[in-house]
């Protein structure tokens, strides 16, 4: 699939990949320059991107962003409430579970704020007022791992 022939597997030379090591560093540094600014900054990589497959490249952006320097709580935030204010600027609620939102929401075995990998393994999600449970999503990944091995 798109995924294992892009492009970009054929620019993996060692100074191309000690040149994206580096930028990395510049950028994880720049998110914490500006966290620290207090300038709001949203989780972002799940962009229509086709070598970028949503919801996989969100974990690994949760961990450079903890290598950053930020903490599980403030990683979060970007992924929720952050987002949900710039959304909808004008719902103080937004971003919250509370009566009267309407939300998406994933349900956990973990508390995420002491280890984010728990969020790779959702015990139910509500996505559009639907309901997904353990074996739903299970097979939702099945499917999707027959769709790009075939």
Do not use: C
């Amino acid at each position: 699939g798109l995924w294992y022939n892009n492009p970009f597997r054929q620019e993996q030379t060692p100074e191309r990949l000690e040149y994206i090591r580096s930028q990395l560093e510049v950028q994880k540094m720049l998110v914490y320059e500006f966290y620290k600014a207090k300038i709001p900054i949203m989780i972002g990589t799940d962009a229509l991107n086709p070598t970028i497959i949503p919801g996989f490249s969100i974990h690994r952006e949760f961990e450079l962003i903890q290598e950053a320097g930020l903490s599980p709580f403030e990683t979060l935030r970007m992924a929720t409430v952050i987002p949900a204010k710039h959304l909808a600027p004008y719902n103080a609620l937004a971003g919250t579970i509370s009566k009267g939102q309407t939300a998406d929401l994933v349900l956990l075995e973990k508390n995420p704020f002491e280890d984010m990998t728990t969020l790779k393994n959702p015990e139910l999600v509500i996505k559009d007022g639907i309901v997904l449970n353990k074996s739903m999503l299970n097979e939702k990944l099945n499917q999707l791992d027959k769709l790009l091995n075939n």
